[in-house]
Each structure stands twice: as C-alpha cells, then as structure tokens.
T-cell receptor
Framework: GAVVSQHPSWVICKSGTSVKIECRSLDFQATTMFWYRQFPKQSLMLMATSNEGSKATYEQGVEKDKFLINHASLTLSTLTVTSAHPEDSSFYIC????????FGPGTRLTVT | GENVEQHPSTLSVQEGDSAVIKCTYSDSASNYFPWYKQELGKGPQLIIDIRSNVGEKKDQRIAVTLNKTAKHFSLHITETQPEDSAVYFCAASKGSNYQLIWGAGTKLIIKP
C-alpha cells in the first residue's frame, strides 16, 4: 500500500524558535497533502490543505503566518511552526491523497 | 456542513467477542466512508472503507455496513484479539476531491 513518512518523529524545541516537519509520499505522487493537529484523546483537526505548486488553503482559525506550509514537489510537503510557544505542543500528522488518504506516523512537538 | 457523530466513545469487549462501532452523518451528498485505526503515538491507518453504491463490505474479521437512508454506517470486528485494541475513527466525505469529516473516535479495549 501507499506509504507516507514524516520527519522528525518527535522534536523538543525552546519557546520562540521555529520547527520544520517534513511529509513525504514514498511510493506515489500526491498532488494534495493535508496537515492535521491532534490533541490527546481527541480527533484529528484539519489545519490546511496543501496543493503542489500553489498556496495552501488554511482552515478557519489556523494562523497561516504561524504555520507555514510549502508543497514544493509531488512527494514533499513541509510544515514550519514559527515562533513556537508551549500551546503549539501537539501531535502533528500529515496525509497524502492517492484516491484514499494515507497518513504519516505523526510528529510529536513539545515546546518548552 | 457535514457532521459525523460516533458512538460509543469507549468500548470494552472480551477477547473473542465481537465489537460494533456506529457513526451517523448529516450530509446526504457524502459518498465515501473510511474507517481508521490509530494506535498510541502513531498516525491513523486505513482499515476498511465503503462507498455509497455498496451496502456492505468485508475483509476477513472486519466488515462495514452502510445505510444510506438512515445515514449511518457501522464497523464490525469479529473474533476480537488483543492487537485490535486501539482508537478507531470513522469519517465521511463527498468524494476524493473533498476533505474528510471525522468522528470523535472510539477507544476499543480488548479484555483478555
């Protein structure tokens, strides 16, 4: 089946710094990738839809200047959390669409 | 917009027994209904899906049923095993060009 990878799997950063998370589709090309955020014991919350070669579409309430998304190729999308604060600590999950949506393993971000 | 409700939030069954998780959706235009399994600290994994032109789909111990008239769909797991313990999410969408609308999740506990 289709495989999506994320890097890093976990990261700890200091408040005020920026963190980049990569999402790659390993064995297929994905015109569209999605970024989700998940708090403990809650469902996935869609943050943005990323289309290759164009600007991402952000969901209501998601700050586009804080969560920078770049979908530079058909196999790579990146999410950069800028000027991170402790409230940005969460589990970030990407997915890529090849008919169905296939999810990456997630990235645990902890901001101290 | 679409709304997906999922019940129960927690389900505990004896190993070997069956488990049933139910979801209802509000938008009659929805035509794709996937189920995802999420283990602790990992991304969701697609386990089965059904489209609106089909009433039931089965894959070994897992089956999904869809009632379009009542706008609800269910996940059935038979002969449950310890490795079935996880959080299960249902979702609905109007097709591959639309985002998934997620249920709140069901924590399935298999008692030995």
């Amino acid at each position: 089946g289709a495989v999506v990878s994320q890097h890093p799997s976990w990261v700890i950063c200091k408040s005020g710094t920026s963190v980049k998370i990569e999402c790659r589709s390993l064995d297929f090309q994905a015109t569209t990738m999605f970024w989700y955020r998940q708090f403990p014991k809650q469902s996935l919350m869609l943050m943005a839809t990323s289309n290759e070669g164009s600007k991402a579409t952000y969901e209501q309430g998601v700050e586009k200047d804080k969560f920078l998304i770049n979908h530079a190729s058909l196999t790579l999308s990146t999410l950069t959390v800028t000027s991170a604060h402790p409230e940005d600590s969460s589990f970030y999950i990407c997915s890529a669409r090849d008919g169905e949506q296939y999810f990456g393993p997630g990235t645990r971000l902890t901001v101290t | 917009g679409e709304n997906v409700e999922q019940h129960p939030s927690t389900l505990s069954v004896q190993e070997g027994d069956s488990a049933v998780i139910k979801c209802t959706y509000s938008d009659s235009a929805s035509n794709y209904f996937p189920w995802y399994k999420q283990e602790l600290g990992k991304g969701p994994q697609l386990i089965i899906d059904i489209r609106s032109n089909v009433g039931e789909k089965k894959d070994q111990r897992i089956a999904v049923t869809l009632n379009k008239t009542a706008k609800h769909f269910s996940l059935h797991i038979t002969e449950t095993q310890p490795e079935d313990s996880a959080v299960y999410f249902c979702a609905a969408s109007k097709g591959s060009n639309y985002q998934l609308i997620w249920g709140a999740g069901t924590k399935l506990i298999i008692k030995p």
